[in-house]
């Protein structure tokens, strides 16, 4: 089937995908509610404490609401891709899946329908987010040419988070089992430099939060929005988003062609 075809496909799938946000839409609450309300947790109640307790160079709650935000982003990335599994669980388990197989359509646009939906509203919750986040004092320095990075950076890092949603979307036995198969993303960040630099952590969870993928996406956003120091983070970074997507898209395509209609 030729690519145009393919591309033909995989909007008509995203159009499916985006009916079914305007009924379910859970995606939407957890890229926003929760993050908001995260964010005024930390902001409000801990970050007089953590911003001028802990010896990060910051000097209260003003300034700590700087330190957070990149961090609060990357949670919300993390809370989506519970979206995708639960979806393409669904999908599986209601036999719709069985009829797009035998349709002639091109097969990888079903999966592709669900991760493009995904990333459009990841980022739209994001934009909520960060108007929240200047609502509270976030002041950013970026130029247009670090924001439109940044836009970036996210953009690439939602959409390998998402094809790892779908292969644990399509890898769990239920769709109450894919709720949970993602999870495990959602304390990444809280294990990296979200809330307080690694450097304050005990050394083997300072060993592993340097050594895991959220702390170079974190500290790469937070870099461009406030002009700290990046390093390698950002080549780390894109390597992560590399690595991950091909190889949960390779994985998510195999589980899709071979494997049993729940």
């Not at 030729?2 to 995908?17: E, H, I, N």
């Not at 719709?96 to 592709?112: E, H, N, P, Y």
């Not at 304390?187 to 170079?216: D, I, K, N, R, Y």
């Not at 190889?247 to 395509?253: D, E, G, I, L, R």
Request: proline share 6%.
């Amino acid at each position: 089937m030729s690519t145009s075809y393919a591309v033909r496909d995989s909007m008509t799938m995203l159009r499916r995908q985006f009916r079914h946000m305007q009924r379910y839409p859970v995606t939407i609450f957890l890229v926003v509610v929760i993050p908001i309300v995260m964010l005024l947790l930390f902001v409000y109640v801990l970050g007089g404490t953590l911003g001028a307790g802990l010896d990060t160079g910051l000097g209260g709650r003003a300034e700590y609401v700087n330190y957070v935000v990149p961090g609060i982003l990357l949670v919300a990335v993390a809370l989506s891709a519970q979206g995708p599994a639960i979806a393409v669980a669904m999908d599986m388990s209601e036999g719709i899946i069985a009829r797009f197989k035998t349709m002639a359509i091109a097969r990888v646009s079903v999966l592709t329908g669900h991760v493009l939906g995904n990333v459009i509203s990841t980022m739209l919750g994001l934009v909520v987010l960060l108007g929240v986040a200047l609502l509270v004092g976030f002041r950013p320095n970026a130029s247009p040419a670090e924001w439109i990075a940044a836009i970036g950076v996210l953009a690439m890092i939602s959409f390998a988070v998402t094809w790892f949603s779908v292969g644990c979307g399509l890898v769990a036995k239920s769709v109450e089992s894919a709720s949970n198969l993602p999870t495990p993303l959602i304390l990444l960040p809280f294990l990296g430099s979200a809330f307080v630099p690694t450097e304050s952590m005990p050394p083997a969870l300072g060993w592993f939060a340097e050594f895991q993928p959220f702390t170079p996406w974190i500290e790469t956003v937070r870099g461009l929005l406030m002009g700290t120091p990046i390093g390698n983070s950002g080549l780390i970074s894109v390597a992560w988003c590399v690595v991950i997507t091909l190889v949960c898209y390779v994985w998510s395509k195999r589980l899709y062609n071979r494997g049993p209609v729940r």
